[in-house]
């Protein structure tokens, strides 16, 4: 009796691990396919388009290195590593980059996010740049360092709503600009 004690015993052990992974899998609540919607934001910098290339470039290489920096502070001790093995995974890659005109870096963690510059006519670049909810901070801080600046507008007499100088037609109400 014993040893099908112990085989029923293993069964149900199985069966009670089975049903565990299943909660574990269960399909992601609202909130959570809230919080990866992407995001879009667009900035006005005065640089030029290549030196804005430049310095995303730049600055999202250096996410990757300030994380690795990060995850060195909070290694577990020697023990603890021996025990449990951690993959490594690698945070900020950048996927593609076509200077002076796209960035796109991947972060299993943050998502992707994606840059898209654009030159203006009377000088500097429109960065446009889509990223997931949990990358708002990172991008947030990014925005807070580089020199944005607004164009020059003119105002719509008919809707008073800001236009762009070389705007010969208003876009939101269809009217002739003077």
Do not use: H
Request: glycine share 4%; hydrophobic share 35%.
């Amino acid at each position: 009796m014993a040893g099908g004690e112990s085989i029923f015993d293993m069964f149900l052990l199985l069966i009670m691990c089975c049903l565990a992974m299943s909660f574990l899998r269960r399909p992601r609540s609202s909130a959570a396919a809230e919080e990866e919607r992407i995001k879009t934001d667009v900035w006005f910098v005065s640089y030029e388009i290549n030196k804005a290339f430049d310095t995303l470039n730049d600055e999202t290489k250096s996410w990757e290195q300030k994380e690795k920096e990060q995850e060195e502070e909070k290694k577990p001790s020697r023990l603890v590593s021996v025990f449990v093995k951690r993959k490594e995974e690698e945070r900020f890659v950048i996927e593609e980059a076509i200077s002076p005109r796209l960035i796109n870096v991947a972060d299993p963690r943050e998502g992707k996010i994606t840059f898209e510059l654009i030159e203006a006519e009377e000088g500097g670049t429109l960065i446009e740049v889509s990223y997931s909810q949990k990358a708002s901070g990172r991008i947030q801080t990014l925005k807070a360092q580089l020199p944005i600046k607004v164009p020059l507008q003119n105002v719509c007499k008919s809707c008073g709503r800001p236009v762009l100088l070389d705007f010969t037609v208003c876009p939101y109400c269809g009217k002739k600009l003077s």
